[in-house]
């Protein structure tokens, strides 16, 4: 898996514009189940299992990632912008990007230490005081190769270390190919997959999704917050690298169904598989829209967990991942009668 995941974290995918991700996946899916795209680019699989279900169930991933947005060019050709979903700027200043399809190598830049006055020292600079330099000479030579719209994402910079691995796009490749993992394999029971867009922007494509297939139960598979137990305190962490698969109990869009995580607690001590469950009620993810849209849904999420997410470089554990998937298998072969 960890091949796969890498081509998807580094292939450019900001919210709306997740084309070359679908590509990815369905290069990676043909053959293994039926497809379809809907209007707002959301890729819609049925996978067919050995039984068919009387409950419709449905597994959820998105496919875009967070990035940035040129609002304005500069006389000197330096190009300004907006984020796209929740970036802070101390994430973004002095950073490597790619900007368009064509992933043009940029750099965000802001005023050089020895040009700021003393009170301004030891400040991370707001977004819009940040902005990219692609190297252009004035704004006509820059609007050769950009313009207001175009969007940038991090860098591709895909790493593995020992048992972790370090990139761009954790969040949320990762649940991503997860999905894709499931779909390739042999499933028990008739199941729905869902790559959805624009969740970093307010999930978005997983309302659509939602609606159309009316799912009885969703699980949405995502890489979510974890704290750095070196300085965060643990009261003030989510979850921890290591401790394997987290199921959420409540977030920020989200109050689980309880007797569906107390039937995945159940599945993962019986079959082995190592889990937490998210302390803390932060974020949110595609399961609120299943969980509202027409007639609703009981709703489950099951993640791994990352450092320093919607970085340049967030964290995951491999063996957290294999968790994951394995939480993510014995889910899809239930019967939910």
């Known amino acids: 898996m960890l091949e796969r995941l890498e081509k998807y974290c580094n292939t450019f995918g900001p919210s709306g514009m997740e084309d070359e991700v679908r590509r990815n996946i369905i290069a990676d899916i043909d053959g293994y189940c039926e497809y379809s ?38 006389p000197e050709g330096l190009l300004h912008f907006g984020t796209i979903g929740g970036i802070e700027s101390k994430d973004l200043c ?10 043009l190598p940029a750099v965000i830049g802001s005023k050089a230490i020895h040009n700021q006055k003393p009170e301004e020292r030891g400040m991370c600079p707001p977004v819009n005081q940040l902005y990219m330099d692609i190297g252009a000479y004035d704004k006509a030579d820059a ?24 990139s761009k796009a954790l969040d949320d490749r990762f649940g991503c190919a997860a999905l894709v993992e499931i779909i390739r394999g042999e499933i028990e029971y008739d199941t ?28 949405v598979c995502e890489a979510t917050a974890a704290g750095e137990e070196k300085i965060t305190p643990p009261h003030l962490s989510p979850c921890t690298l290591g401790e394997g698969a987290v199921i959420s109990v409540m977030d920020g869009g989200t109050i689980y169904d309880r007797e569906f995580v107390e039937k995945a607690e159940g599945l993962a001590k019986e079959n082995g598989i190592k889990y937490q469950l998210k302390r803390l009620p932060t974020g949110s993810n595609d399961s609120r829209m299943f ?44 019967s939910y009668e």
């Open 291 to 334: 969980q509202v849209s027409l007639t609703g849904a009981k709703v489950l999420a099951v993640s791994a967990p990352a450092r320093y997410i919607h970085s340049p470089c967030s964290v995951c554990r491999t063996d957290d991942m294999e968790q994951v998937v394995k939480l993510l298998k014995v889910l899809t072969d239930r």
């Open 192 to 219: 729905y997959f869902v790559f959805a867009t624009a969740e970093e922007v307010g999930s978005r494509g997983a309302q659509t999704a939602a609606y159309r297939l009316g799912a009885d139960y969703a699980i």
């Open 143 to 166: 609007l050769r190769y950009a313009d207001v719209g175009d969007c940038a994402v991090f860098r591709p910079n895909f790493t593995k270390e020992g048992d972790f691995v370090s």
């Open 37 to 74: 795209t809907d209007r707002v680019g959301n890729l819609i699989c049925f996978k067919k299992g050995r039984q068919t279900r009387t409950n419709r169930v449905v597994l959820c991933a998105h496919m875009d990632e967070v990035g940035v947005m040129v609002d304005y060019v500069t």
């Open 94 to 103: 002095g950073k490597y990007m790619v900007l368009g399809e064509k992933q």
